[in-house]
């Protein structure tokens, strides 16, 4: 008797667990889940089969850091001096409106799913349950958490709201979008930065964060400035003075983490915190992370691409930039270019990005019981065929622009290169026009 599936991917090539290849695999998939994989799944039916010949099958990316509504900065912020954060992103973040915010979620979920991205981690901005509905649409997984900020030089007061205001919005979304898209989309807590919310803020969105079990997503070491700030008006380090308010957690999820110290490594690995990087935007503006040394002391370390503004939303650029600068800075000078191994780089993308959106042991994996949130990467091109190594000449050649498929939750959203849940052609014309429209409105 044959068993029934809803998907049934056959001959496709995977990575076993020491990232070697192995060619001529299946995999099912039933009610969003993997239910098998193996060399021979002959005896299932399946409803839809996909045909994966020449292509590698990978679990999908996750985007552990992004700001979905600036995508319509695009090819705006390069080549300008500091501070782009005052200057720039200020005056645009607080002209968006609401219908500026859902063609901005859109734009960035067609990308994402073009490039193999299946789940984002939006630290938040404005509308965010415009970015909720879109994310729904699209058939994405997102974690989600809204911009709060109760201080800060510079921020102007359309931006700051009361501790009692930040937390009465955040969980009217929360109600409203925690769960839903049959469990795609989740609400957290958000800190934007340190220099921006003040410690009682800080203190009582640990707690509600906590009593509702649910996540926090900040920005924490992202720039010199930051810890500047923390030591002058806290004589702390900002993992010190987070550490302090009750905020370090299994449950925090904190973005960039590129001017940590020796302690702050510790510490935060002591905590179990979630740590992501965004490699271009770090090596553009901030520096070199530790990462080698944050992966030795234990830390959880994903990846993401930090929003739109100036990079492609493309993990394997993320991936390539991250072990190209690992290797310059902390490599060269010791004569070690294995010091941050491709193996490492593509779990941060995938098993890392998983487990700093609360989904370890969820996602991230090509197993049985895991979600079925997986993509097919066409091998058979001039810059990748034929390698040695594919797991190699992934990280070093490949592009977003090579996924042909992409399944999330067990549904197909793109198929040959077509996105099935959006309008791509409509979405790209709405985007040019707001792009214009916003510019004009914050003077940037």
Request: charged share 25%.
């Amino acid at each position: 008797m044959s068993a029934q599936c809803d998907i049934l991917i056959t001959n496709c090539a995977m990575f076993d667990e020491e990232w070697q290849v192995v060619q001529n695999q299946s995999v099912t998939v039933s009610k969003g889940l993997i239910s098998a994989v193996g060399r021979d799944l002959t005896g299932y039916r399946a409803a839809e089969t996909i045909n994966a010949e020449n292509k590698l099958l990978l679990p999908g990316f996750v985007d552990g850091h992004t700001h979905v509504c600036q995508q319509l900065l695009r090819g705006r912020v390069t080549d300008e001096y500091p501070m782009v954060w005052s200057r720039i992103l200020v005056p645009f973040e607080s002209s968006l409106t609401a219908d500026d915010v859902r063609v901005s979620a859109r734009l960035a979920c067609l990308e994402m799913i073009k490039a193999g991205i299946t789940a984002f981690a939006d630290s938040g901005g404005v509308y965010m349950e415009e970015v909720a509905q879109t994310a729904a649409d699209s058939g994405m997984r997102a974690v989600l958490a809204r911009s709060t900020m109760d201080m800060g030089a510079g921020i102007p007061d359309s931006m700051k709201e009361s501790r009692a205001e930040h937390m009465r919005r955040t969980e009217e979304l929360y109600n409203a979008w925690d769960g839903k898209a049959d469990g795609r989309v989740n609400i957290w807590y958000g800190l934007r930065q340190v220099m921006t919310c003040s410690a009682e803020l800080i203190k009582e969105t640990a707690l509600r964060a906590r009593d509702k079990k649910t996540g926090i997503h900040a920005h924490l070491c992202e720039h010199k400035d930051e810890v500047s700030f923390c030591l002058q008006n806290y004589k702390r380090r900002p993992a010190e003075f987070l550490d302090d308010c009750g905020a370090l957690g299994s449950d925090l999820l904190t973005a960039h983490n590129v001017t940590l110290s020796e302690s702050d490594i510790t510490l935060l690995a002591k905590r179990g915190v979630k740590l992501i990087h965004c490699p271009q935007a770090n090596l553009a503006n901030h520096g070199f992370p530790k990462t080698p040394r944050i992966l030795e002391a234990g830390c959880s370390v994903g990846l993401g691409n930090d929003g739109a503004a100036a990079v492609a939303l493309d993990m394997f650029e993320q991936m390539r930039i991250l072990k190209s600068g690992v290797i310059a800075y902390w490599g060269l000078p010791v004569f070690d270019p294995a010091v941050l191994p491709t193996a490492a780089l593509l779990k941060m993308a995938s098993q890392g990005g998983a487990a700093a959106i609360g989904k370890e042991g969820q996602l991230g994996k090509v197993l049985p019981g895991f979600k079925a949130d997986l993509i097919l990467i066409d091998l058979r091109q001039p810059h990748l065929y034929p390698s040695r190594n594919i797991s190699h000449t992934l990280v070093a050649c490949g592009s977003g622009r090579d996924v042909t498929d992409s399944i999330i939750d067990g549904r197909v959203v793109m198929r040959d290169r077509k996105v099935l849940t959006l309008d791509e052609d409509k979405i790209l014309a709405d985007g040019a026009v707001r792009m214009d429209n916003i510019a004009r409105r914050a003077g940037i």
